[in-house]
């Protein structure tokens, strides 16, 4: 079975200061990996993904994460928020076959 | 390019009326197809997922039901609505197979806020 954690029900960063957004996964597999962003009423929007290709992904809108094995961790971070970056943060975790499972989800609130 | 389409994009309904919430998606064929619900302030509970017309898998027992009577159209339908099934609803979409493949992501549409009364 997999699980994902969202270490962080809700991060807050002014302006302009780095974002680190913490995921721990379980899986007996060699998962794939995903965040996506949520804005307010809308859908989700896939910011990148790892499939055991390299463990450093880039994804939109300058997003990167590392996937960690050994820490089973796979912890989404920017080097500067934007105030458009304030929105609800989802990381997944996939076995490839049937099972995907969403994390509970970070709210980032971005301050001027 | 891809898109997909979900309508409404926000319906209030009463308690026992019934429902319809349709998701189209264009550019794209044989995709396989997902329905989940978002309760407030929760994350994405899966509903239900095709891989094909007339092939629907469901993840969770409910008052639900999906149908997909052509190759990009899927429908959520309930015959009578509970409180319960108020929340905000997401189709999605995947690379297509004869199985369900989650190493594949997930592109989503623009969801539809129901709110029963």
């Known amino acids: 079975a997999q699980s994902v954690t969202q270490l962080d029900s809700h991060v807050s960063v002014s302006e302009g200061t780095p974002v680190l957004l913490r995921c721990n996964y379980s899986s007996s597999y060699s998962p794939s990996l995903f965040w996506y962003v949520q804005h307010p009423n809308k859908g989700l929007q896939l910011l990148l993904k790892y499939t055991s290709a390299a463990t450093l992904v880039k994804g939109i809108n300058g997003f990167e994460a590392e996937f960690k094995k050994s820490e089973t961790s796979f912890h989404l971070t920017k080097p500067s928020a934007h105030m458009s970056d304030a929105a609800e943060y989802f990381c997944?975790?996939?076995?490839?076959?049937?099972?995907?499972?969403f994390g509970a989800g970070t709210r980032l609130t971005v301050k001027p | 390019s891809q898109t997909i389409h979900q309508w409404p994009a926000t319906l209030v309904q009463p308690v026992g009326s019934p429902l319809s919430l349709e998701c189209t998606v264009e550019?794209?064929?044989?995709?396989?197809l997902y329905w989940y619900r978002q309760a407030a302030g929760r994350g994405l509970q899966l509903l239900f997922y095709s891989v094909g017309i007339g092939q629907i898998s469901s993840e969770v027992p409910q008052n639900l039901s999906a149908s997909r009577p052509q190759d990009r159209q899927f429908i959520l339908s309930s015959k009578k609505l509970l409180l319960s099934d108020s929340g905000f609803y997401l189709c999605?979409?995947?690379?297509?197979?004869?199985?369900?493949?989650?190493?594949?992501?997930?592109?989503f549409g623009p969801g539809t806020r129901l709110t029963v009364t």
């Open positions: 999605a979409w995947s690379r297509g197979g004869s199985r369900i493949s989650t190493h594949y992501e997930q592109y």
């Open positions: 550019g794209t064929s044989n995709p396989n």
């Open positions: 997944v975790v996939s076995d490839g076959n049937n099972d995907m499972r």
